[in-house]
T-cell receptor, first 114, second 114 residues
């Protein structure tokens, strides 16, 4: 399966600042997905990122708050902008789809906003 | 649109006892079904999946799940659990065909008691 490297693994940030999360894949993939897992909750899709086009955001998520870049077929970034404590979550990137391995997830970025 | 319901948020079970984690889904189209496991402070790992064919799917560590289309269920079972199975288990669904967003259930925390 694809191997995903996600950075940073964790961070503690001041409110009002921004954090950019990187997702590097060891093979070329068409679609990348960004998810959020709030404390004690399930995963929620933030957006789908295709190379060469604007990301598609799910209801409740906007580009100004979560800008995404997808400069090539192996890399993507998610920025969490103007952070507040409510943004404290685990953020995960995912790639798909392989019939043998399904959708593969990165190890996640644990963000705490203080 | 699809949805996933995991009926049990927590399931305590004694070591070597059997366990069933319940999952029901809703979708108007054909689906792929997944079970992911998340060990404490780790990322998501695919446990097993149903794409097509045999409705009973198995993992390498003794878990199995059965796709029941008429009951729209994909329950996860293991005949004898180990301490190392303590984790959170997420049922997930996507439209069949791949390269689709994945919708997750709220998760079930399996606690294996020595």
């Amino acid at each position: 399966s694809a191997v995903i490297s996600q950075k940073p693994s964790r961070d503690i940030c001041q409110r009002g600042t921004s954090l950019t999360i990187q997702c590097q894949v060891d093979s070329q993939v068409t679609m990348m997905f960004w998810y959020r897992q709030q404390p004690g909750q399930s995963l929620t899709l933030i957006a789908t990122a295709n190379q060469g086009s604007e990301a598609t955001y799910e209801s409740g998520f906007v580009i100004d708050k979560f800008p995404i870049s997808r400069p090539n077929l192996t890399f993507s970034t998610l920025t969490v902008s103007n952070m507040s404590p409510e943004d404290s979550s685990i953020y995960l990137c995912s790639v798909g789809f392989d019939r043998a391995y399904g959708y593969t997830f990165g190890s996640g970025t644990r963000l705490t906003v203080v | 649109a699809q949805s996933v319901t995991q009926l049990d948020s927590q399931v305590p079970v004694f070591e070597e006892a059997p366990v069933e984690l319940r999952c029901n889904y809703s979708s108007s189209v054909s689906v792929y079904l997944f079970w992911y496991v998340q060990y404490p402070n780790q990322g998501l790992q695919l446990l097993l999946k149903y794409l097509s064919g045999s409705t009973l799917v198995e993992s390498i560590n003794g878990f199995e799940a059965e796709f029941n289309k008429s009951q729209t269920s994909f329950h996860l079972r293991k005949p004898s659990v180990h301490i190392s199975d303590t984790a959170e288990y997420f049922c997930a669904v996507s439209e069949a065909g791949g390269y689709q967003k994945v919708t997750f259930g709220t998760g079930t925390k399996l606690q294996v008691i020595p």
